[in-house]
């Protein structure tokens, strides 16, 4: 496996596992803020009152739900922006260092410029340790 791809799955599996994290937050505080309108409706309005179980039990899991997918993308979406400024940086010190050296800064060499540096940072981090 390349390491352009292997990057890519960890990066998809760092994605998930904060989607999940942030849905089921998300989805357990919308459920709680449903279950209180809906207690509060059954407190204070007659009509309400007279709805039944399954229709009250519809609304809190539809705010739940709600609030899963709303939590989720919002976290994904910002997930994926720290991903970009992160990317767009070491692609612009990419080129820039690409650049000083009189190379045309193509993805390949950008791919192999990021390969020295892992290298040099991983033979660092053994001299310290």
Not at 42 to 51: A, L, V
Not at 52 to 67: D, N
Not at 94 to 112: C, D, F, Q, S
Request: glycine fraction near 8%; aromatic fraction near 6%; charge should be positive.
């Amino acid at each position: 496996m390349s390491e352009s791809a292997r990057r890519l799955g960890e990066d998809a599996d760092r994605a998930y596992a904060i989607q999940v994290a942030a849905g089921t937050k998300s989805a357990a505080i919308y459920g709680v803020l449903g279950l209180g309108a809906v207690a509060l409706a059954h407190c204070t309005w007659p009509f309400f009152r007279h709805q039944t179980l399954a229709f009250k039990s519809f609304l809190v899991s539809t705010s739940a739900v709600f609030g899963l997918a709303i939590g989720a993308d919002n976290a994904l979406l910002s997930h994926e922006a720290e991903r970009r400024r992160s990317e767009n940086a070491i692609r612009r010190q990419a080129t820039l260092e690409l650049t000083r050296r009189g190379m045309v800064p193509t993805e390949t060499a950008i791919a192999k410029w990021r390969a020295e540096k892992t290298q040099q940072s991983s033979a660092n981090g053994d001299r310290m340790g």
